[in-house]
């Protein structure tokens, strides 16, 4: 079973920026569809982005497109979030998951989670 470590969250104010990073612990990550998430607090945790094992198809939600790039590396077994022009609205502890689809379908395998609090 594929363990997954994030990191990369913290404190920024509104239009700044953070990447986040998804370390996976085995190298079948590199087989896997990869996906972010995130909760807010009190919210159903969200799909936010997902890439697929080669990096060649990515998918993102309206809220956050154009803003958020999700990518990954492979030879390092990491994903990445890069995300710009925050929003108080992003403001939540965001997960990476193993995904079955693009669409972020199944998650599972999470990761312990990120705070990034975005302030106006």
């Known amino acids: 079973q594929v363990q997954l470590v994030e990191s990369g969250g913290g404190l920024v104010q509104a239009g700044g920026s953070l990447r986040l990073s998804c370390a996976a612990s085995?190298?079948?990550?590199?087989?896997?569809?990869m996906g972010w998430f995130r909760q807010a607090p009190g919210k159903e945790r969200e799909f936010v982005a997902a890439?697929?094992?080669?990096?060649?198809?990515?998918y993102y939600v309206d809220s956050v497109k154009g803003r958020f790039t999700i990518s990954r590396d492979n030879a390092k077994n990491t994903m990445y979030l890069q995300m710009n022009s925050l929003k108080p609205a992003d403001t939540a502890v965001y997960f990476c998951?193993?995904?079955?689809?693009?669409?972020?379908?199944?998650?599972?395998?999470w990761g312990q989670g990120t705070q990034v609090t975005v302030s106006s």
């Open positions: 085995e190298r079948t990550f590199r087989t896997y569809t």
């Open positions: 998951a193993v995904v079955d689809t693009i669409g972020g379908v199944s998650p599972r395998y």
């Open positions: 890439i697929t094992w080669s990096g060649l198809s990515t």
